[in-house]
């Protein structure tokens, strides 16, 4: 198997396209290479960056997706929202646990707090796990209200409440075939 295979998708990109327009719809940027990561992360302007690991699986939907969602309705937001899809954006999220998580065990989901390329809050998928979405909200805006100071909400209520959840995980998803 060549380094090109290692690089395809996992899934099926059109079946988990839902659980990234989840994330699109309340603000965040997908980063789908090295350089988007880079680009996103390694900014010297003392903003804080919001970074989503993405992925299929039960958790995901069912508790970090919902729970990041409605964190993003909170007063205080970070800056700027980035997520990369575990599975899926392979060359960008091995450069991102690479460069900006090598002290970090790799965990999908995950979410990270950057400034100034450092991390200054982590959630592992050991912290999602068994967790409802309103206690992964509750952490994550007790997150944002000590290290942020962006006005939220990210999306205005009104599109928010508009916000569909995709609710699969990865064991219905049919595997990439290309």
Sequence with gaps: MNNTNLMQPNYDPAAVQPMRDELIAVGFQELSTPGEVDQAIDVKDDKIVLLMINSVCGCAAGSARPGVCEALQHSVIPDRLVTVFAGQDKAALA?????????????????????????????????????????????????????CSAAGPSVPPEHYAQVVHARSCGSKIPRFNG
Excluded: C, T
């Design 95 to 147: 450069h991102l646990r690479e460069k900006y998580l090598p002290m970090f065990p790799p965990s999908s989901p995950a979410m990270a707090l950057f400034k100034n390329g450092q991390v200054v809050g982590m959630m592992h998928r050991h912290m999602i796990e068994g967790h409802s979405p309103e206690e992964i909200a509750a952490a994550l805006k007790e997150a944002f209200d000590q290290h």
